[in-house]
């Protein structure tokens, strides 16, 4: 199994939204797969809809967008490195946003 740094694209969705603001999450992540083929079902397997209570008594879901990049890893590592995290960070809007213009906008596509 070879081993993979994979970037991604998750989106948060507020109910309700009182401040029309979207919140995106880039983060990378480690992961081993026999092949780039299988990289994206293993990732929707792990990335299902998290939902929870938010601190004003409505409901945050935190959903898998898109796969941004996959690139090999050529470090051995020993253990279990799957979808540990490498990096992140959290893309705040005061306003709608789409993923598309996320994507666009941050070049995270690149």
């Given at each position: 199994?070879?081993?993979?740094?994979?970037?991604?694209?998750?989106?948060?969705?507020?109910?309700?939204?009182?401040?029309?603001?979207?919140?995106?999450?880039?983060?990378?992540?480690?992961?081993?797969?026999?092949?780039?083929?299988g990289?994206?079902?293993?990732?929707?397997?792990?990335?299902?809809?998290?939902?929870?209570?938010?601190?004003?008594?409505?409901?945050?879901?935190?959903?898998?967008?898109?796969?941004?990049?996959?690139f090999?890893?050529?470090?051995?590592?020993?253990?279990?490195?799957?979808f540990?995290?490498?990096?992140?960070?959290?893309?705040?809007?005061?306003?709608?946003?789409?993923?598309?213009?996320?994507?666009?906008?941050?070049?995270?596509?690149?």
């Amino acid at each position: 199994m070879k081993l993979y740094s994979v970037k991604l694209l998750l989106e948060s969705t507020v109910i309700p939204n009182e401040y029309s603001s979207k919140t995106f999450e880039e983060t990378i992540v480690l992961l081993r797969a026999s092949g780039q083929d299988g990289i994206e079902t293993k990732i929707r397997g792990h990335f299902v809809d998290l939902t929870y209570e938010n601190a004003v008594g409505g409901q945050t879901t935190w959903s898998f967008v898109t796969l941004l990049d996959v690139f090999e890893v050529v470090d051995h590592f020993d253990g279990d490195v799957d979808f540990k995290e490498v990096y992140s960070r959290f893309l705040p809007f005061d306003e709608p946003m789409t993923a598309g213009e996320v994507i666009e906008k941050y070049s995270l596509d690149k």
